[in-house]
């Protein structure tokens, strides 16, 4: 089974293809380049959800089932910022160090710094509208003070897993994986594929 992930980024691919060869059998990840769409994706939507089926359905043109993610974190004490603006949150996108450095100014002198880093998936098939499926996948942190640990992305160096006593950033990625936010949706997400296509 060919599925098209919405990105350009082929270690996302890479990564998205062991995660997800792992519930399904024969499945190929292919990139929107490999699927022949070229088109910019403007990221407009109010929610996680709403992003994902945004690019799922611009892959979809491909004519390929098409899968669309977005993900960020919800910070309680910000009511849920920085949200759909996580990677654009101190203005261009994906600067991660500017990112974590407003993070840390806004959360200044706040007592509650719990939050949350939240994964949307959705998957759309091109000849059946009615199949189309979002998951959600949640994990609780902490954001520390000051950044912890080298690994990950993002806010990963900010974000304690409080069970484990450890940042993302101090997780490799199998450990992170297997109580992140994006491995929950993916686990979610293989498992409604199972279903369908049992149907
Ligand atoms: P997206 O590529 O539009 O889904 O944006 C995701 C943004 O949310 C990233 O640029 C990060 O700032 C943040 N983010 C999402 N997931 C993670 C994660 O696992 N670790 C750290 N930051 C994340």
């Given at each position: 089974m060919k599925i098209v992930l919405a990105s350009r980024n082929q270690h996302k691919i890479a990564e998205w293809q062991a995660t997800l060869g792992k519930y399904i059998d024969g499945v190929q990840l292919l990139s929107l380049d490999d699927a022949g769409i070229f088109e910019e994706i403007e990221e407009n939507g109010k929610t996680f959800e709403e992003n994902a089926f945004i690019k799922a359905r611009t892959a979809a043109k491909s004519g390929y089932v098409s899968i669309g993610e977005d993900s960020g974190l919800a910070v309680t004490a910000l009511d849920g910022e920085p949200g759909v603006y996580s990677a654009r949150y101190a203005g261009g996108h994906g600067n991660d160090g500017a990112n974590n450095a407003l993070l840390l100014q806004k959360l200044k002198g706040k007592a509650d710094r719990s939050a949350k880093f939240v994964c949307a998936i959705a998957c759309v098939f091109p000849e059946d509208m009615a199949r189309d499926v979002c998951v959600r996948g949640e994990t609780e942190g902490v954001i520390l003070e000051e950044l912890r640990g080298?690994?990950?992305?993002?806010y990963d160096p900010l974000f304690l897993y409080e069970p484990e006593g450890k940042t993302f950033a101090e997780m490799n990625g199998e450990e992170k994986n297997a109580i992140s936010h994006r491995g929950k949706a993916i686990a979610l997400l293989a498992k409604e594929l199972k279903k369908i296509n049992e149907r």
């Open positions: 080298e690994g990950g992305f993002g």
